[in-house]
């Protein structure tokens, strides 16, 4: 008898830690992204897995043009956006006033990723007008087209930044980094909505996602005006697997409103793909685009009004490429926080 306790003791100990941690996995598994937790509240929030993008479509090894200020932030820290940086989780706040020298929407953004924290901070120092000391951090802040952007080191692997008029933005994620990654519930905005983003979905944005292209109210992309209000309830993801699968869900105040979208979006989405058969292809970019309005589903599920559309890697890469006017200074990732600054910020004379 002893000696069956004394294999059964061991036994039932690591059947225990083995379920333990079966838990906090499917927990974890379950719970927003950490980069994603760290936002303070907002309006809307975005995110991108860009270790799992860079891994499937390879976009690091693009060529990218880049301007003098830019190579600059590169040279002196040694961060190179498409390749080091793993996740970036953005936090859009509307302005008051739109119109007002803060614009439409300011942000709030987090980015995970590999890079020398002494490096940058002594970057930052060079570039920046001023900067506090808060949670044991340091805050800088520099001066980008008008507005401050407040940039701190969240974590040995995390930067925050934000252009919000207050700090108080930028003191919330230095209050939620402090926090484990377990105890950081996020915004309320998260916890109403995350669970609505579809599993293992690589980029995603929840709440009001229209507002960087908000104008009078309404949603222009591309010259198109979106029969949406730029406040409307939406869930967007972005999942690969083997191809590229867009999926965007509007909450609708009720059955009729998500009717009326549908209607609405249909008949946008075969406008535009009839203007875009009355002359061929001008390059593999517009055929990429085409291919792309051609696989656009839309249904309605109750209130609910749901647009899905797909796209290969080839595609994808395609319209990646497409050169606008502006195309020769933007990288081909989401802009970071610091090497913006950089190409617009001066150091304060002495």
């Known amino acids: 008898m002893r000696q069956r306790n004394r294999t059964l003791i061991p036994l039932l100990i690591v059947l ?15 719970s927003p992204p950490e980069a994603a937790r760290l936002l303070p509240e907002s309006d809307a929030i975005v995110y991108i897995h860009l270790k799992t993008l ?35 989780a953005f936090a859009l706040h509307r302005m008051a006033d739109p119109k007002g020298p803060n614009g439409p929407v300011a942000y709030s953004e987090v980015f995970v990723g590999r890079f020398d924290g002494q490096r940058l901070g002594k970057y930052l120092s060079v570039i920046a007008s001023s900067h506090e000391s808060y949670a ?32 108080e933005q930028i003191h919330s994620m230095l209050d939620r980094a402090r926090t484990s990654a377990i ?34 109210g309404r ?30 869900e509007e909450m609708a105040p009720d059955e009729a409103g998500a009717q009326h979208t549908v209607e609405a979006m249909t008949t946008l989405v075969n406008i535009v793909r009839g203007i875009g058969s009355a002359q061929p292809p001008r390059d593999a970019a517009d055929a990429a685009l085409r291919a792309v309005l051609a696989s656009i589903t839309l249904e309605q599920h109750k209130d609910r009004a749901i647009l899905s559309a797909s796209a290969s890697v080839d595609q994808m890469k395609a319209l990646a490429s497409s050169k606008g006017p502006d195309a020769a200074e933007a990288p081909s990732l989401p802009p970071t926080p610091v090497p913006v600054a950089s190409s617009r910020a001066r150091k304060p004379s002495k």
């Open 54 to 88: 860079r891994a499937a479509t390879h976009f690091d090894t693009t060529p990218v043009a880049r301007s003098k200020d830019f190579q600059n932030f590169i040279d002196s820290t040694g961060i190179v956006p498409e390749r080091d940086i793993d996740e970036a």
């Open 183 to 216: 105890g950081t519930p996020g915004s309320s905005l998260l916890a109403a909505r995350y669970q609505e983003v579809p599993l293992l979905s690589q980029a995603w944005g929840i709440g009001h996602i229209g507002l960087p292209f908000a104008e009078n």
């Open 136 to 167: 044991g951090r340091d805050i800088y802040s520099i001066p980008v087209e008008g507005r401050t952007l407040r940039v701190a080191q969240l974590g040995y692997d995390t930067i925050g930044a934000s252009n919000m008029p207050t700090a």
């Open 219 to 248: 949603i222009s992309i591309l010259g198109f005006e979106i029969p949406l209000a730029d406040d409307t309830d939406l869930v967007a993801s972005l999942r690969y697997s083997g191809s590229v699968h867009l999926r965007i």
């Open 16 to 30: 225990a830690v083995v379920a333990a941690l079966g838990i906090a996995l499917y927990l974890r598994g379950k």
